[in-house]
């Protein structure tokens, strides 16, 4: 969003909630979000949607490319 870096690679899954595991008893546990990042500037989070690339290119190849 600001421009300072060339992003390169694919998309990002999106996780931008911070879980936390809590156990039901020894054999469940959940994950419940109990946090939020979120972006100043756009006042958003990206959970779900990811981050795109500026350069799109397959993961295995994001350092190969110029």
């Known amino acids: 969003m600001l421009k300072r870096a060339t992003v390169v690679g694919e998309t990002t899954a999106g996780g931008a909630q911070v879980c936390v595991w809590h ?3 020894e054999h469940f546990a959940i994950a419940i979000p109990e946090g ?22 397959p993961a295995p190849n994001a ?4």
């Not at 939020?36 to 290119?57: F, L, M, Q, T, Y």
């Not at 350092?63 to 110029?66: D, G, L, T, V, W």
């Open 23 to 25: 156990w039901i008893d």
């Open 63 to 66: 350092f190969r490319q110029r």
């Open 36 to 57: 939020r990042s979120v972006n100043p500037h756009a006042k958003a989070d990206w959970e779900a949607s990811g981050i795109e690339s500026d350069i799109k290119v």
